[in-house]
């Protein structure tokens, strides 16, 4: 069974331009997350999705963030206009059920620098 | 709100010595417990979890951690590493009444020396 893959691994980009991350989570999930963790700082959630529906988006910096779940599959997080304090590393976790004690399962992360 | 506190950022082990990470939690009510591991290049992954019952917990690959209600800690151990243990390491925590969302540690960085 496909584990979370992220996609791109690792980005570049230069600050103002706009970075779209990916996440296809374990098929069957209908719980996906994203978290950020900013250099030498903690794993910080962003937010969650229960399908294609946002149940949580308390952890989004500002309105520069924009999640997407169009039809309850993959994910996509766009940074637009991008700073340099996004830099960090995003990841995304999904999970079949949802509650306290529900296991979340990680991708490697997307590894985003701005310069 | 809870937060997670890890006292060691990098620590430098040799092979076959005993490990033991420090991770407290600040919350007052109940709480679930992980430890999460991502070894280089791979996705984070569980090595144990703790809910509720015996305290002693058994993970993957020879890790163990005891939550001592007492000291809000749930130390993370492994009597004897090795070189693949090498890896960064971070404790994250749930609230039981709370929500999904994962509370996490600053992580700490093993590094094992042959």
């Known amino acids: 069974e496909a584990g979370v893959t992220q996609f791109p691994s690792h980005s570049v980009i230069e600050k103002g331009q706009t970075v779209t991350l990916r996440c296809d989570p374990i098929?069957?999930?209908?719980?996906l997350y994203w978290y950020r963790r900013v250099m030498g700082k903690e794993i910080k959630f962003l937010l969650h999705?229960?399908?294609?529906?946002?149940?949580?988006e308390s952890g989004m910096p500002n309105n520069r963030f924009l999640a997407e779940r169009t039809g309850g599959t993959y994910s996509t997080l766009k940074v637009q206009p991008a700073e340099l304090e996004d830099s960090g590393v995003y990841f995304c976790?999904?999970?079949?059920?949802?509650?306290?004690?529900?296991?979340?399962?990680f991708g490697a992360g997307t590894r985003l620098s701005v310069l | 709100a809870q937060s997670v506190s890890q006292h060691n950022h990098h620590v430098i082990l040799s092979e076959a010595a005993s490990l033991e990470l420090g991770c407290n939690y600040s919350?007052?009510?109940?709480?679930?417990l992980f430890w999460y591991v991502q070894y280089p290049g791979q996705h984070l992954q569980l090595l144990l979890k703790?809910?509720?019952?015996?305290?002693l917990v058994k993970g993957i690959k020879g890790f163990e951690a005891e939550f001592i209600k007492s000291k809000f800690s749930f130390n993370l151990r492994k009597p004897s590493v090795q070189w693949s243990d090498t890896a960064e390491y971070f404790c994250?925590?749930?609230?039981?009444?709370?929500?999904?969302?994962?509370?996490f540690g600053t992580g700490t960085r093993l590094t094992i020396i042959p």
């Open positions: 976790a999904s999970s079949q059920e949802v509650g306290p004690r529900d296991i979340q399962y």
């Open positions: 098929s069957g999930h209908d719980n």
């Open positions: 999705f229960v399908k294609e529906s946002k149940q949580d």
């Open positions: 919350y007052g009510g109940t709480v679930n």
């Open positions: 703790y809910f509720s019952g015996d305290p």
């Open positions: 994250a925590v749930t609230a039981n009444f709370g929500n999904e969302k994962l509370t």
